[in-house]
């Protein structure tokens, strides 16, 4: 078993720098456009022999140190009573956005095994196989909160800063729903068998820190305090985040996730006292290979090997990204950190 991802989120000494890919299995490969031909997206996370194959894909073809559960941060509506769909290239969108009290006040409580037994499922059958630790996840409250209120993605996120800012109470009553179905279903999912969890807070970036510390922290601080007790590493993640990143330390996390539009020693002095994952612009893979080397050094130069870091792009790899560029990527980061002999 390969645990050198399990050891850096402790923030132990490992043989080489750690290194997975959010958004690892998905379009950029072959194999995946061939089963989604066949399936739908949602499909391929309600069945779990699909999902364990998708989930296991890129970790037998790239390298990678750890595999990250494929399902989406939405499937927990399918709980909470709220229908949605995934349209390519568009994302997640929800037919009546959430906007209410009466349609907050209507949303059920989580049962991660009835809602979500399929996703555990998956969960058991992949760690039967894997030779990586198992990353399982959660979409953050705010960040689910935004396409709930919003009905898709949005850049400036209008009617959720309206609900934030308008209707204060009603805002927490959405963030405590959310915040309790997250921690039910990532303990459903550590139960099952998930070796560390990641939080995707993708869109908190919108927020200016006052509204971040008033409206966000405390579900947050609540959410980690419940998962500390599961006894399994926890990432967490946001874009855009370089103003919010000693606010998001303070909300928890053994490993803070942070983008390219900062660099990577500014942001770990930042969060002070918890590992790092990041930050490789996956635009850069776009380019010649050699271009996102160079910036690849440049990050591992950055972070100095101090134990606690933890590889990554800044935010999940592009479905035009050559899948040869993610391999050889994952050979670099390797070879460039490998530790001299008589080092653990
Ligand atoms: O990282 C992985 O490999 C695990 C699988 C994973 C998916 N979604 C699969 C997926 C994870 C961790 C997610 C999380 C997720 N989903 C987030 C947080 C991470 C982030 O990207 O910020 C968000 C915001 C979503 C919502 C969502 N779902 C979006 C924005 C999209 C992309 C829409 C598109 O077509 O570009 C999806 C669909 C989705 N989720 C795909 C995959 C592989 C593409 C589905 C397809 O068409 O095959």
Redesign the pocket.
């Known amino acids: 078993m390969n645990d050198r991802f399990l050891r850096a989120c402790r923030r132990e000494p490992t043989d080489r720098t750690p290194v997975w ?7 950029y490969q072959s194999e ?2 061939a089963l ?1 031909a066949r399936h ?2 949602l499909e ?2 309600r069945t779990p022999e699909l999902c364990a194959q ?2 296991l894909l ?1 970790v037998e073809q790239l390298g990678v140190d750890a595999a ?7 499937l927990p509506l399918i709980g909470l009573g709220v229908p949605f769909d ?7 969108v929800i037919g009546e956005p959430i906007r209410t009290d009466a349609r907050v006040d209507a949303l059920r409580p989580l049962e991660p095994e009835s809602d979500l037994g399929f996703v555990l499922e998956a969960i058991r059958l992949i760690r039967g196989e894997a030779r990586v630790p198992l990353i399982g ?1 959660a ?1 953050a409250p705010f ?1 689910v909160a935004s ?1 709930l209120i919003e009905g898709r ?1 949005s850049r400036d996120l209008p009617h959720t800063k309206a609900m934030l800012h308008g209707a204060p109470a009603l805002w927490d009553r959405l963030m405590s729903r959310l915040t309790d179905a997250t921690i039910a279903y990532l303990q459903a999912q550590v139960t099952a068998g998930v070796q560390a969890v ?1 939080l ?1 807070d ?2 908190v970036g919108a927020l200016a820190p006052c509204d971040y510390a008033l409206a966000v922290m405390p579900h947050m601080q609540r959410l980690f305090g419940a998962l500390a007790a599961l006894g399994v590493p926890v990432i967490h ?1 946001g ?1 855009g985040t370089a103003g919010l990143l000693p606010l998001m330390a303070r909300s928890g996390g053994d490993v803070i996730g942070v983008d390219w539009r900062i660099r990577l020693s500014d942001a770990w002095a930042r969060i002070g006292d918890a590992g790092i994952q990041g930050n490789l612009d996956p635009w850069m893979l776009l380019a010649p290979f050699e271009v996102a080397a160079e910036a690849a050094r440049e990050i591992l130069a950055d972070a100095a090997g101090r134990p606690g870091h933890i590889f990554n792009l800044g ?3 592009l ?1 035009q990204t050559p899948p040869d560029h993610l391999r050889r990527l994952v050979e670099l980061v390797h070879k460039h950190t490998q530790a001299p002999p008589g080092r653990p």
């Open positions: 890919f959010m958004r690892q299995a998905g379009r995946y456009r989604r739908s997206m391929l996370c998708v989930t890129p990250i559960l494929f399902a989406d941060i939405m995934i349209v390519e290239g568009t994302g997640p996840f979409g960040t396409y993605g990641q995707f993708s869109w993640f874009t935010h999940g790899v479905p």
